[in-house]
C-alpha cells in the first residue's frame, strides 16, 4: 500500500464516519481495524493448522498456548474459525461474532483491543448499521506480509498515528513528540557509538518510560536499521495512557517486536519493568506536571529505599515531576562495567535552575553533575511542540563518557536553527530541516567552543576570535557551542550574619551553648551570598562583603553547595541600546503618522 492508496483508503473509511463521528474521533475506529485486518492476514496462512493443533492438545488435556504460537509461527495466535471474510457472512450478527472473534486472540492482543476500547466502538457503529460497511471496507484491503513488508506497514501505522494526531491536536500534544526532534535525539545518542552499531549481529536494548504511540522507539528502530541491517534493536516502553499503549503495542506487534515488553501504567509510582537495565533511553515526559496524585508512593521509595530505590538524590516540588523521570532512567543505566548506558531527555527550562541551594532540585543537578553523568544540553527553538510554545531542551546523560568528555559539558544553543512550517499545528510553528538536524549533531560531535558571525552564522575560527573579531556591521560574535567544567555549574550559598544591637547599640551576647560569648545574630539583617564552587568562601567574604559590613561574619554550619545551569545566561550576547538621535527620528515618524491620521478623521 503506497502513500496514494492509504490517504485515499483512510478517506473512504472517513466518509463513512462522518456525521456519526466528529473528525478527532477518526482514529479510534481507523486504527484498531487497520491492527485487526493486519493480523488477520498475518495468521492466515497458518489458521488451519492452529484450530488443528488446538483440537488435538485439548483433547490430550494439555495447555494447548506454546503448541498453538509454534503452529502459528507468531508471538501471537486467534483460535476462532471466524476471520474478517467470514464476518461478511453473516450481517445481522456481524456483531456478536466480532466479539467472538477478538475473544479468540492471545491474551496480549486482546488487551490491545481492550485498551482501544474497541468493543465500545463495535457497538457504536452497529448501532449506527456502520459496523458491516467498516468491516467490509477493511475485509477488502490487502494487508498480508508478502505484499506489505512489517518495515511498510510499520510506516503505514505511523502516517495513520500521524494523520489522526494532526487532527486531534490535544492528543498530539500529550502523546506525539515531533518526528524531527526524535531524529535528532537519535543522532545525538548512537552518534559515538556508530562503529560499534556496525558490527554484524549487533543486539542492544532501548526503552522508553513515556512511550505514548512508540514514535521514539519506532525512528531509533529506523535509524540503526539503516545503519547496519543485521543489527537488532529490543524495544521497551511503559505508557500510562490507554489509547497510546494501544497503538505503541499494536505497532510493535506490527513489526515483529515482543509485545510482552510494553507496560501499560505509570512509571513513576509502578515501575512496570523493575529489574532491567538498557543500553540506550529516550523520553518526552509531560512539561511541568504534578505528581500531588502518586506523592505517597514516590515520598516512601525516597525514604525506604534511598541510594538503591531511583529517587535517592532528592525529590523536586510537587508542582513539576519532570527530574523524577530524569532520576528514573538514571536508575536503568546498565553499570559501566557492564558497558554503560547513554540517553536522551526532553525537558522544559525549570529543571535547569529551579530551586537554590540544598533543595530536591539543587540536589538531583548535584547528584548528576558530581558522578559526572551529564554529557551535553541542547537549547531548541520555541513553538516546537505541539501543545506548547516555550523553551525546551534535550539532555543527553551517560555513564560512559568519552576520554575528551570526561569532567566537561557541553552547551549548544540551538534556538535560532528553525524554519517556518507551511501550516501550524497547535502550538507548533517552526520545525527543524534535515540541515539543522545534521548541524546539530555535527557540533555535538566534534564537542568544541564553536562562535559564528551573527549576520552569516559562518564559524569564526579561534585566532579571529583572540584578535577581537566583530561582524561587517559591528556586532560582536554569538556563541553557539560552549564546554564547561561540570564545577562551573556549582556554588556555595553562604549566609551572613549582623549582630543584635542592645539600646546602646552593643552587640548582644549568646549566654548559653557552645556559643556562649558569640554576637548574637540580628535575623532582620541576615542576609546570603552565593559564592563560585571553586572560591575559597573566606577569601570572597573579606572581598565582596566584610568592607562593605565589617561586623559581619559567615555562620559556616548553615553553608549549602548547589547546582544550576544558567543555560541562557552562558549565550548572552550584549547588544548596545540604539543612538538616541535614532530613536528620536523613529519617534517623531510614528507621531507625525499619528496627527496625519487624526486630520483625515477630522474632515
Known amino acids: ?85 467470514k464476518l461478511m457472512g453473516d450481517q445481522d450478527n456481524i456483531a456478536e461474532n466480532m466479539f467472538s472473534y477478538i475473544q479468540a486472540f492471545s491474551p496480549a492482543v486482546r488487551d490491545i483491543f481492550e485498551c482501544f476500547d474497541f ?43 500521524r494523520k489522526f494526531a494532526e487532527i486531534s491536536n490535544e492528543t498530539a500534544g ?29 543486539v542492544r536494548s532501548l526503552y522508553d518510560p513515556t512511550a505514548g504511540t512508540g514514535g521514539m522507539l519506532s525512528v531509533a528502530e529506523d535509524h540503526l536499521s539503516g545503519q547496519n541491517p543485521d543489527a537488532r534493536l529490543v524495544m521497551y516502553g511503559q505508557e500510562l495512557n490507554g489509547e497510546s499503549y494501544a497503538i505503541c503495542k499494536a505497532d510493535m506487534l506490527i513489526k515483529g517486536q515482543d509485545i510482552s515488553n510494553i507496560i ?78 547513554r540517553f536522551g531527555i526532553v525537558l522544559n527550562g525549570s529543571p535547569l535552575f529551579t530551586g537554590g541551594a540544598g533543595s530536591g532540585e539543587s540536589e538531583i543537578r548535584r547528584y548528576v553533575l558530581e558522578n559526572d553523568l551529564l554529557e551535553a544540553i541542547i537549547g531548541l527553538p520555541t513553538d516546537m511542540f505541539y501543545n506548547t510554545g516555550i523553551s525546551t531542551y534535550i539532555w543527553i546523560v551517560t555513564n560512559r563518557k ?76 554569538v556563541p553557539i557551542s560552549r564546554i564547561f567544567k561540570t564545577t562551573d555549574f556549582g556554588y556555595q550559598t553562604i549566609t551572613v550574619e549582623r549582630p543584635l544591637l542592645d539600646e546602646d547599640g552593643q552587640p548582644q551576647l549568646e549566654t548559653r551553648g557552645k ?39 559567615i555562620d559556616e554550619e548553615k553553608t549549602k553547595i548547589g547546582y544550576e545551569i544558567p543555560f541562557n545566561r552562558h549565550f548572552y550576547v550584549f547588544k548596545p541600546p540604539r543612538e538616541l538621535a535614532e530613536i528620536n527620528k523613529e519617534l517623531k515618524r510614528v507621531t507625525d503618522r499619528i496627527v496625519e491620521m487624526i486630520g483625515e478623521l477630522s474632515q
Open 1 to 85: 500500500m503506497n502513500q496514494q492508496n492509504l490517504s485515499s483508503f483512510i478517506w473512504s473509511v472517513a466518509d463513512l464516519l462522518r456525521g456519526d463521528y466528529k473528525q478527532s474521533e477518526y482514529g479510534r475506529v481507523i486504527l484498531p481495524f487497520t491492527v485487526l485486518r493486519r493480523l488477520d492476514c498475518v495468521l492466515e496462512p497458518t489458521k488451519e493448522a492452529v484450530l488443528a493443533e488446538k483440537e488435538k492438545r485439548e483433547a490430550a488435556g494439555l495447555n494447548p498456548e506454546p503448541f498453538l504460537l509454534k503452529k502459528a509461527k507468531q508471538l501471537f495466535y486467534n483460535t476462532s474459525p471466524l476471520d474478517m471474510k
Open 119 to 161: 468493543y465500545t466502538q463495535v457497538q457504536r457503529l452497529d448501532k449506527a448499521n456502520l459496523l458491516y460497511l467498516v468491516t467490509e471496507k477493511f475485509a477488502n484491503i490487502d494487508l498480508h506480509p508478502e505484499v506489505v513488508s512489517n518495515e511498510k506497514m510499520g510506516y503505514v501505522f505511523e502516517e495513520l498515528i
Open 174 to 202: 500529550e502523546h506525539f513528540t515531533p518526528r524531527e526532534v526524535i531524529r535528532l535525539m537519535v543522532n545525538l545518542l548512537f552518534i559515538e557509538d556508530d562503529d560499534a552499531l556496525t558490527k554484524p549481529g549487533i
Open 264 to 341: 501499560h501504567g505509570n512509571t513513576l509510582s509502578d515501575d512496570g519493568l523493575p529489574d532491567e537495565q538498557f543500553d540506550y533511553m529516550l523520553s518526552n515526559p509531560p512539561f511541568g506536571v504534578e505528581w500531588k496524585k502518586i506523592q505517597k508512593a514516590i515520598k516512601k521509595e525516597h525514604k525506604d529505599d534511598g541510594f538503591n530505590g531511583r529517587f535517592g538524590p532528592g525529590l523536586p516540588r510537587v508542582s513539576d515531576g519532570s527530574l523524577l523521570f530524569l532520576m528514573h532512567l538514571i536508575s536503568k543505566m546498565r553499570p559501566t562495567k557492564d558497558g554503560g548506558s
Open 402 to 477: 568519552p576520554k575528551h568528555r570526561k569532567g566537561k559539558v557541553q552547551l549548544i544553543d540551538a534556538s535560532e536553527m528553525w524554519q517556518k512550517m507551511r501550516k501550524s499545528l497547535g502550538s507548533k510553528r517552526k520545525e527543524l530541516s534535515d540541515q539543522h538536524i545534521a548541524e546539530i549533531t555535527r557540533l555535538f560531535g566534534e564537542a568544541k567552543e564553536v562562535h559564528v558571525d551573527p549576520e552569516t552564522r559562518e564559524p569564526i575560527s579561534p585566532k579571529k576570535l583572540a584578535a577581537g573579531y566583530k561582524s561587517e556591521n559591528g556586532r560582536p560574535p
Open 515 to 553: 556559643k556562649k560569648g558569640q554576637p548574637k545574630p540580628d535575623s532582620k539583617l541576615r542576609d546570603t551570598e552565593e559564592v563560585p564552587l571553586g572560591e575559597d568562601i573566606h577569601e570572597y567574604f573579606e572581598r565582596e562583603v566584610k568592607p562593605h559590613v565589617p561586623d559581619a561574619w
